[in-house]
């Protein structure tokens, strides 16, 4: 049967949708400011839209929540109404929108969410016992008054991240009152990747590892969303002046970081020994560690366990450089472990 599919917006969010493969042509566009033609289209008036009979009616545009508005009062029904996410390349239900903040914006729950992003990853890296682990300790940080951001090295897909976003949202929400009373400033969230995946590995601990042998940790792999995809995912959860992101390799832009920046929660998922040192000997050498942060590794217990390789070995070495008190807080998911520090030698210089 032949769809009848309209397209609200005129923008660069529509040239992107119409360069997907859809099973439906597309019949007109529709936009309030403009008439004429767009991509050899036609483009239509919303009042002319509430005349006509169709199948789909997809939102290509970022102000969903005033098109959502729109289209109530030409009494459109919306359960034919789609939004483009070009996030995770889909077509998401209206209906599956949330009205927030007064009704100014609509924001995908972020359970569906963050399904959707797992789902389009098509790999097993990611488990529910991943993001329940990162919430909870997200929580820590808020309730347990760690002072300070929040920071993730490596952000491939975005999907732990914008899990992160959400859970810092959440506790804010929740905890504001508690925030303020301890002094704390809305945390921030802290974002490290190069986006051009893994580096090629040039130490020993890395050359020898399984994971590099095998090539899944090789250069160029984990290559995921870019930075501006990144943000636009965060930042459904997380207002955008909260989130930070530093696009390039570690050791040049770990030393962008602000001087008074201090991290309460610290999630490491860069795998990679040298990654792993660059980050660790940073943080700790220019005291960016709070009392009390919480450092979760997600690849702790990968290349079997041995503490010759990645994230295990990076972290031996830095707790006897830095003579790092902390409480080792054991396993989550299947290779990840979580470690709250105490204390360590705050004299030590890189
Ligand atoms: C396993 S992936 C992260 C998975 C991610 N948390 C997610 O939810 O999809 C590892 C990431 O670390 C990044 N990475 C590893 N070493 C890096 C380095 N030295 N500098 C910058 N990025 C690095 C890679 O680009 C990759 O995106």
């Not at 566009?29 to 009616?57: C, Y």
């Not at 590995?201 to 590099?212: C, L, R, Y």
């Not at 990654?275 to 560690?289: A, G, N, Y």
Request: net charge negative.
């Amino acid at each position: 049967m032949h769809s009848v599919c309209y397209v609200w917006g005129t923008g660069s969010l529509s040239e992107k949708f119409v360069d997907r493969d859809w099973p439906f042509e597309i019949n007109a566009f529709v936009d309030p400011n403009k008439t004429g033609s767009f991509l050899a289209l036609p483009v239509i008036s919303p009042e002319q839209l509430a005349g006509k009979r169709f199948d789909l009616l997809v939102i290509s545009s970022s102000f969903v929540s005033e098109i959502a508005a729109r289209l109530g009062s030409l009494n459109i029904d919306l359960n034919k109404v789609f939004v483009f996410k070009s996030s995770v390349l889909e077509l998401i239900p209206l209906s599956e929108f949330v009205e927030i903040q007064g009704g100014k914006q609509y924001h995908l729950p972020w359970r569906s969410q963050l399904n959707r992003v797992h789902n389009s990853l098509s790999s097993d890296i990611v488990f529910p016992d991943v993001y329940q682990e990162l919430a909870k300790s997200v929580g820590y940080a808020h309730i347990a008054s760690v002072e300070g951001d929040l920071a993730e090295f490596g952000t491939c897909s975005g999907f732990t991240a914008s899990l992160i976003a959400y859970s810092i949202q959440y506790y804010s929400d929740n905890l504001g009152k508690h925030e303020t009373i301890h002094g704390q400033e809305p945390r921030k969230l802290h974002l490290f990747d190069s986006f051009e995946g893994f580096p090629e590995s040039t130490q020993e601990a890395d050359i020898n590892s399984p994971h590099v042998q095998s090539g899944a940790w090789g250069e160029g792999t984990a290559r995921g969303l870019n930075e501006q995809e990144l943000v636009s995912l965060c930042s459904q959860f997380l207002s955008k002046e909260r989130i930070k992101t530093y696009p390039g390799w570690y050791k040049d832009t770990l030393q962008i970081i602000e001087a008074d920046t201090r991290f309460a929660f610290v999630h490491i998922d860069c795998d990679l020994y040298e990654s792993t040192i660059d980050v660790l000997k940073h943080l700790f050498s220019e005291r960016l560690i709070s009392e009390g942060a919480i450092l979760l590794f997600d690849n702790w217990f990968c290349n079997r366990a041995s503490d010759s390789y990645g994230e295990q070995r990076a972290w031996s070495e830095i707790c006897s450089m830095f003579e790092i008190q902390h409480t080792n807080l054991g396993m989550y998911a299947c290779v990840g472990n979580r470690i709250v520090v105490h204390d360590y030698n705050k004299r030590i210089t890189k």
